[in-house]
Structure formats: C-alpha cells, structure tokens
C-alpha cells in the first residue's frame, strides 16, 4: 500500500501542507527542527493512532488553534480510499473514511499500515518495560485492529479499579464491602487475558520474520527470540515497571489457561493492592525479554548489537503485517536513522528496504543517503514543503 497525497491543516508547525507522494522512496530532507518528522508522525498516526514522540495528540494540534487536520488519500490494488481524521483540543475527535463519517475514531485502523524505525527504538531494547509492550501493542493492533478496543476497555476497567482500591485504602474498606471491587475483578480478568493471549500469538507469528531480520542485518550470528514474563505467575509482585527481574516465562497462549492464572494471581495479591490501592497484575505490568542467544539483550548488547536488533525488530514488523494483513507491504517510515548508523549497516538498510511499495525517509542531508536509494526529494523549511 502507498499514500498518494497527504494534506495537514494546522499540525504541529504547519498551517498548511500538501504533499503529493509517489511509490518507491521518498525523502524529506533539510535542516533539524523544520518539520520533517512531523510530515510522517502524521501517517504514522492515521495507522497507529500513537506517536512515536509524544503521549496523547494534544501536541500535535497547532499551538494557540483549536483543531488539526490530518487527510490521506491511500491506494491498495488500484483502489483509493480517503482517510480525515480531525483533532480537536476541546471536543471529541473525529474521523472520516471517503467522506463519511465513521462512527468511532479507531474505525480508521486498517486502512493505513505503517512501520516507523526511529532513534527512539533503542529504548526498545535499552530501557523500561513499558517501550516494549508499546512495540507489541501496536503492532497487534495494526494486525487485528479490533484490539485498540480492546485495549481502550482494559484501561478503562483498569482505571475504575485503581480509583476503587485507593478509596477502599483510605477509608479502610473490607469483606462484603469490596464486592464491588470483584465485580472490576471480572472485567479485568477478562479483556487483560484477552490481550496477553494476543501478544503471546503475536510473538509467535514475528519469530521466524525477526530471526531472519536479523541474521541479515548482524554481523555476529546470534539468535533473537522473545520472552514474556509474567505478572500472572510465581509469588512475586512487580511494584514499580522496571522491577520485572523476578518474574517468570509464561509459555501459554490458551486464553483458558491465562485467564484461570489471572484470576488466582489477583486473589493472591488483593491484600498487597488494599495496602498499595494500585492493580499489581495483568499486560500493564509484564515485559518482553529481548533474548540474543543466550543472554538479554538489554544489559547485554553492545551498541551496534542494539541497533541491529531494534532494526530487525522492524524489519519483522515488515514482513509480518505484509503476511498478516490484506494491504500488502506497510508504509516503511525511516525517520533520522541513517545518520546514525554506519555505513554497512546503511548500505544493508538501504538493500533491504529498496523494493518496499513506499519508503518515507527523512534526514537532515541527502549525503547521508545511500545512492542505491532512488528517491522523490521534498525539502522541508520552517513548515514549507517544496519539490516531489
């Protein structure tokens, strides 16, 4: 799939942009902090309804306007579908699909697949656990994107329930007082195994992309795999995100399984949560383990290692959704990274992402291109798009 033209009104820096996209590779290209990211975190957005740079969607509506406007027109096999997705600071969001109004927001997703490799992927592999569910959540959402529903109701249960066991706390509230609290209990159990469940199937499907992904990228032959630990299993009790150390592997998928799991961890840790009035279990407090042969990649991985992976986690994302979807190869979206990898690794990026149906590229200097990139070049200054 491909975007054939995008127009912006009042996004992040820009008033007004229009921006006619051709297949292949396309490269934004001009100083830092003149608006190049901004052009593909506005597709990125139209297929994952996230940023990769900020929370919420606030700070992509222009500063002192009301509204942003984000319009794509999008072709799969010879057929075009427009896609309007209006922001608004101080009313409900809303969204169009070939001019007519979809009756929620999140009915926009699957039409626009993309893959973003940016700088900030090191904290996949680097930091907290939390920019690994982040990786996984939306890559499951693009692939069945009825889970952003999904994921929109567990965090809402979750919420109640929090605001729940803090006033239970603060007012000491126990035994058939707390019914209501089970009540939450069932709701949780219920969209939580759903989502661990997914992210298990998810993992399982991206092995074999990710494997290949990275032995093509990687020097060193080590094998990339992926782990879950689980708040679900064992005594222990993650309390803050970066704790997840004395987690154990969960190894089934069986939504039964998870679910009776689920259900006997949180009657074990209600006493903790009373205590802490915070929910202790479920997807919110797992983490990915990022394995390199034998050894976690995070604390592990050199450097270059970690670019290597953090790339093939991409790459994998590529070919999965290319499998798992209707639309064909995702938008490939390459924002500021060749500047930060050396020249094989470049070279190899550029071999392998050469033949995906669109590549949008971003840099602060085309030398920093490798020449084997053919590419439409649109030069970006202070919110103004000119060439293609």
């Not at 034998?294 to 290597?308: C, F, N, T, V």
């Not at 669109?358 to 798009?385: C, H, M, R, W, Y």
Request: hydrophobic residues 40%.
């Amino acid at each position: 799939m491909y975007i054939k033209h995008l127009s912006l009104t009042q996004f992040r820096n820009y008033k007004s942009a229009e921006l006619s996209l051709s297949q292949g590779v396309n490269l934004m290209v001009g100083p830092n902090g003149q608006g190049k990211t901004n052009l593909v975190e506005a597709i990125r957005y139209l297929s994952t309804l996230s940023s990769h740079r900020v929370a919420g969607y606030l700070p992509l509506i222009q500063q002192n306007q009301s509204q942003a406007v984000i319009r794509a027109m999008a072709s799969f096999d010879e057929r075009d579908v427009l896609i309007e997705l209006e922001l608004n600071r101080d009313s409900a969001n809303k969204a169009r699909i070939n001019k007519s109004p979809a009756p929620k927001v999140r009915d926009i997703l699957g039409f626009v697949n993309s893959v973003t490799f940016a700088p900030e992927d090191l904290d996949i592999v680097k930091r907290d656990p939390s920019n690994r569910r982040a990786f996984i959540d939306e890559l499951v959402i693009q692939v069945w994107p009825r889970f952003a529903g999904v994921y929109s109701d567990y965090e809402r249960v979750l919420k109640q329930r929090n605001t729940l066991l803090k006033t239970a706390r603060q007012t000491g509230t126990k035994g058939s007082a707390l019914s209501t609290l089970d009540a939450w209990d069932a709701s949780l159990v219920s969209y939580g195994s759903e989502i661990i469940a997914a992210r298990l199937d998810l993992i399982e499907r991206l092995r074999p992309h990710l494997f290949e992904a990275y032995q093509s990228i990687a020097i060193a032959n080590n094998e990339p795999r992926i782990l879950v630990k689980s708040s679900l299993l064992g005594a222990a009790i993650v309390q803050f995100d970066d704790d997840s150390e004395d987690l154990e592997y969960i190894n089934t998928s069986d939504r039964a399984e998870i679910t009776e799991l689920y259900s006997k961890k949180l009657s074990f840790v209600r006493p903790k949560e009373l205590e802490r009035g915070i929910t202790l279990v479920g997807p919110h407090r797992d983490d990915l383990v990022l394995m390199l042969g034998d050894l976690p990649a995070k604390g592990y991985a050199s450097h270059g290692e970690s670019w290597s992976y953090a790339l093939a986690l991409r790459l994998a994302s590529i070919a999965l959704l290319r499998t798992e979807t209707r639309s064909g190869d995702p938008i490939l979206i390459l924002d500021d990274v060749f500047a930060e990898l050396d020249s094989g690794r470049r070279e190899r990026l550029a071999g392998m992402v050469a033949n995906n149906e669109q590549v949008l590229i971003t840099a602060a200097v085309a030398e920093d291109i490798p020449k084997a990139l053919q590419a439409t070049v649109f030069n970006v200054i202070s919110g103004t798009v000119t060439g293609g």
